[in-house]
């Protein structure tokens, strides 16, 4: 295996090459299709997956068969929480299902936990992507419960731009909506009708994507959670800066 063609990934980055070695060596690249899904819920935690390319939802349900998209995984990002130090297999409580054709690295579970106690490069890696995890988590938790759906499709928005191209227009809806409307808690069609508002503001609104009319057009929806990946943030052009310094 070509340990070096991963050392783009965040997650490996400026790893020691040993390390990788023993980690990867029991390692194997997989392709789901969309739909697939990569583990079930009450499976047990064998491995771990590295996204490597495409989407990935964590999925949760109830009895009366209704299920959600909790949180996101794209390229990089290790599925499910890599740095607990796990004893023994453990059950899986959510399933993980393909949002897009996705292509992974799988890794056993035992090769990640033996990577962490061997290299602090590579354990705090994990520590960050997890911490940065949890900052995303605590900012889509407060916009399920706080923001209105505009609110919500409007931030959903700027964070896509800023993952493809951030000084652009163009953004590209990277799943289906009805995964998107899952993701902002509305319904699909709640998700249209929001949609058409944007219409009305001059965006274009395709089926796998969305075209800003300005590059502002969508800053009224940054919040401190992702304001870092913008060119402007700090700067007088920052609305949401200049917002800060008047209270």
Known sequence: MDFLGYSFLSIFKNV???IMQEMLSGSSKMQFSKGAFLLSQDDQI???????EGWC???GGNEEGQETVLQLFRQGEFITEPFINREHFEISTV???ALTQVSVLSIPVGAVNAAQKNSIIFASNMLNMCSERCRELRYHIEGLTLKTATQRVGRFLLKLRFMTDPNGQDIVLPFDKSYIASYLG???ETLSRTLQTFKDKGFIVTKG???MP????LCEFCD???MNKCSFSGKEECPLCNLECKI
Do not use: D, M
């Open 16 to 18: 020691e090459l040993n």
């Open 46 to 52: 064998s491995k771990y997956y590295v996204v490597l």
């Open 57 to 59: 939802g964590v999925c």
């Open 95 to 97: 399933s993980v299902q």
């Open 186 to 188: 509305i319904k699909p």
């Open 209 to 211: 994507s969305v075209i």
């Open 214 to 217: 300005s590059t502002r057009a």
């Open 224 to 226: 401190k959670g992702i």
